[in-house]
């Protein structure tokens, strides 16, 4: 019981990261879980959020008394590296650029992101999965860059 604990600890606890985008150096705020001590590595998935919300309030969402509100913990228990990032004008990314924050946008938000994970965390490739219009930019950025993508789940 004790070591199930401290897996479910350890998969809470997460870390910031930040990427700058194109020649503006627009920031985009990135969220990493690492898989659960003791699990055997499985890969790195990559969830992309749709247009109603940003990206923790999506995939590590905090439930008391709901353990498994979270995607990011359950994965990361199970010994998946898990990541999210907020597109431009979502959450805690730069909303400054009077622009829409398009499909295309999000691909090439998606594009400087994935960069930045695969430098950080190693991965060959990583596994991708993108909910409502999260799976529209999964989609553009996966056929703009197949080398970086193992797997591509479309949820919408």
């Given at each position: 019981m004790k070591q199930?604990?401290?897996k479910a600890r350890a998969?809470?606890?997460g870390k910031e990261h930040w990427v700058g985008k194109g020649r503006e150096?627009?920031?985009?705020?990135?969220?990493?879980?690492?898989?659960?001590?003791?699990?055997?590595?499985?890969?790195?998935?990559?969830?992309?959020?749709g247009s109603?919300?940003?990206?923790?309030?999506?995939?590590?969402l905090k439930v008391p008394g709901r353990p498994d509100s979270s995607v990011m913990d359950w994965f990361a228990a199970r010994g998946f590296e898990t990541w999210c990032m907020d597109n431009e004008g979502y959450g805690r990314s730069d909303?400054?650029?009077?622009?829409?924050?398009?499909?295309?946008?999000g691909a090439d938000d998606l594009a400087a992101g994935s960069e930045y994970i695969l430098e950080t965390s190693g991965a060959g490739k990583l596994l991708v999965y993108g909910i409502s219009s999260g799976a529209l930019?999964?989609?553009l950025f996966a056929q703009g860059h197949p080398e970086?993508?193992?797997?591509?789940?479309?949820?919408?």
């Amino acid at each position: 019981m004790k070591q199930a604990a401290s897996k479910a600890r350890a998969a809470e606890s997460g870390k910031e990261h930040w990427v700058g985008k194109g020649r503006e150096n627009v920031r985009l705020f990135l969220w990493q879980k690492l898989p659960a001590a003791g699990a055997q590595r499985r890969g790195t998935v990559l969830f992309v959020h749709g247009s109603s919300m940003a990206s923790q309030p999506t995939f590590d969402l905090k439930v008391p008394g709901r353990p498994d509100s979270s995607v990011m913990d359950w994965f990361a228990a199970r010994g998946f590296e898990t990541w999210c990032m907020d597109n431009e004008g979502y959450g805690r990314s730069d909303k400054s650029r009077p622009i829409n924050c398009d499909i295309a946008n999000g691909a090439d938000d998606l594009a400087a992101g994935s960069e930045y994970i695969l430098e950080t965390s190693g991965a060959g490739k990583l596994l991708v999965y993108g909910i409502s219009s999260g799976a529209l930019r999964a989609a553009l950025f996966a056929q703009g860059h197949p080398e970086r993508v193992a797997r591509l789940a479309l949820d919408a």
